[in-house]
């Protein structure tokens, strides 16, 4: 009888761990897949590609040919329309990425490295404890994959912060090991080289552990202190010393920042931020929380809404166990993802209306670290059994769930039919009288009726801009076009209406505005069109810009103009 319960318990354990196998290895393979996907077919593109990563691109293609960093006015990176660049940015990982395409001639290869890098340390965890493992990949939710698809520098901020989580739970662990006083203070000097987002989050985690540890570190060698500060300092120090040779002395980038508006941007663009007075706080937080978990393509691409409530209700239980699990840092843990939050809303209303999930990964991920590490040293793990049941539950349904979401993004992701070019005046808006049958009085008298009932409908504002256009009552053209970007900013033909504010200023002579509405063109979609290449060259060129006129022409050139 006792060797039929040992043979049933044997044969229990081991469909078990035969079924973790499955999931683990069966979501990490299926990831790897996805990613390269996307990776490949991912269109750079508005707005399936977004419109920043055009700009980092250019971050990336001009440190791989001049090997420096670009000044904040250089004229050979592409700005978004209010003057600004990531050049004020001196974010490290552009040249990581940079490298890579030096050495392969490929963008994006550098966001798939790191991706592959950190499934290989959730493997590394699943080693270690296979529960563990588990849970880390329920936590690769499908807009985490998303933004390992492209060239951003989200992906180095979500491994510092990974590597933050790991590294405050092994110092707080232990804090009298003088490997993880190093390890911790390293990494939280990474976060100043990351990005502006980590700055203040990972602030949080390196005071609270250095506030608890306070007594534990006076205790460890004065040399093993001073090594590990020097080695932070060191790291920290990239920030500030790119920046001040980059950016005329200005070493955080914020003065420099503010003069490449003033020189650069559109003064007539409408501000991005929303008041607290007016600010949609249950619209933030429905679009902030639906796009952590997965919304593609600037928000162009959603899942049904019972994935979204499925999913938070999941990733929001198993967040609760596991930050329960933790007792002496659920506060600390609740603190920090509610901060992050608050951070989100001021730059919201002070700077830029973003209610983008990715600026919640800083604390998700440092929260991510430590509950994983937190988990793989717990010795009292195996004499829970409630416990491991729950958590392996949530997390294998989640899982399935990921995959399920990943697969249903995708499909929806790749057959939208978005167009770089639109040339005919009939696909703006179908309630349009037939091309052959219209003329521009009546597109004109059709339009301004659609206006008296709806003022902010960009559609026909940007069809008066094309029918004045044809009529060459230029300066009515200029007015509409820019009355469509203040309306709607980003939208499908935001390329389109750029690159002709760019033809109509030019031949007003305005090449300083001229040029930045072709840039902003091209940040939208670099493949709009390879004349807009040539316009820039040749506006430069009007100018006396002999040195950016040649790099433009050479980038025409590459792009196929040939005339």
């Known amino acids: 009888m006792s060797f039929n319960k040992i043979k049933t318990s044997f044969d229990s354990k081991q469909f ?23 990776v490949v077919n991912l269109p750079t593109s508005f707005p399936l590609g977004g419109p920043d990563e055009p700009a980092h691109i250019a971050m990336c293609e001009y440190i791989a040919e001049y090997w420096k960093w670009p000044q904040w006015d250089s004229h050979r990176i592409l700005r978004y329309c209010d003057g600004s660049s990531y050049a004020c940015n001196s974010v490290i990982l552009y040249w990581f990425h940079a490298l890579l395409y030096k050495i392969t001639n490929i963008h994006r290869l550098g966001s798939f490295i790191f991706f592959i890098g950190y499934l290989c340390t959730l493997a590394y965890f699943y080693r270690k404890n296979k529960i563990v493992g588990i849970v880390g990949i329920a936590f690769v939710t499908p807009q985490v994959l998303f933004t390992f698809s492209y060239v951003n520098p989200d992906v180095g901020a979500i491994c510092v912060a990974f590597l933050l989580g790991i590294a405050v739970a092994k110092y707080l662990q232990n804090p009298n090991k003088p490997s993880n006083l190093c390890f911790f203070l390293v990494m939280s000097g990474a976060c100043i080289t990351s990005k502006y987002h980590m700055w203040a989050i990972g602030f949080v985690p390196f005071i609270y552990a250095l506030f608890v540890t306070r007594r534990s570190i006076l205790r460890l060698p004065w040399k093993t202190i001073f090594v590990a500060f020097f080695l932070a300092i060191l790291i920290a120090s990239w920030w500030p010393i790119t920046s001040y040779f980059a950016n005329n002395g200005d070493i955080i980038g914020f003065l420099a920042q503010k003069k490449a508006r003033l020189l650069f941007g559109d003064p007539n663009l409408s501000p991005l931020s929303i008041s607290f007075e007016y600010f949609p706080f249950r619209y933030f937080l429905s679009l902030t929380i639906t796009s952590l978990y997965g919304r593609w393509g600037w928000m162009a691409c959603g899942l049904p809404g019972i994935n979204y409530i499925v999913a938070i209700s999941l990733l929001t239980l198993l967040l609760f166990v596991l930050i329960i ?49 937190k988990l793989a040293i717990d010795p009292s793990l195996p004499e829970k059994p409630f416990f491991r049941k729950l958590l392996s539950t949530l997390s294998i349904l989640l899982i399935l769930l990921n995959m399920i979401s990943i697969s249903s993004l995708g499909k929806s992701f790749f057959i939208i039919p978005w167009s770089n070019e639109v040339s005919k005046i ?24 659609i206006l008296h009932n709806n003022p902010h409908n960009y559609i026909a504002h940007i069809n008066l801009g094309l029918a004045f256009q044809r009529q060459k009552r230029f300066e009515d053209a200029v007015d509409h076009y820019l009355e469509a970007l203040r309306i709607a900013r980003h939208q499908p033909y935001s390329p389109m209406v750029n690159a002709n504010l760019g033809n109509l200023l030019a031949q007003q002579g305005d090449f300083k505005a001229a040029s930045r509405y072709y840039i902003e063109a091209l940040r939208l979609n670099p493949d709009f069109s390879n004349a807009v290449y040539y316009n820039l060259a040749c506006i430069y060129a009007r100018q006396n810009m002999n040195d950016e006129s040649g790099y433009w022409l050479k980038k025409a050139r590459k792009k196929g103009f040939d005339n």
């Open 426 to 449: 009939t696909s703006f808006d179908s309630k349009l009288p037939n091309k052959r049958r219209a003329n521009d009085e009546q597109v004109i008298k059709h339009c301004k009726k």
């Open 16 to 38: 078990i761990d035969l079924l973790f196998d499955i999931v683990f290895y069966g979501s990490f393979l299926f990831l790897i897949y996805a990613s390269l996907s996307l």
């Open 325 to 373: 699990h933790n007792k002496k840092l659920s506060f600390f843990l609740l603190f920090l993802l509610l901060f992050n939050l608050f951070l989100m809303v001021i730059f919201s209303t002070q700077l830029d209306y973003q209610p983008q999930g990715r600026y919640l990964f800083p604390s998700y991920f440092i929260i991510n670290g430590i509950i994983l590490y």
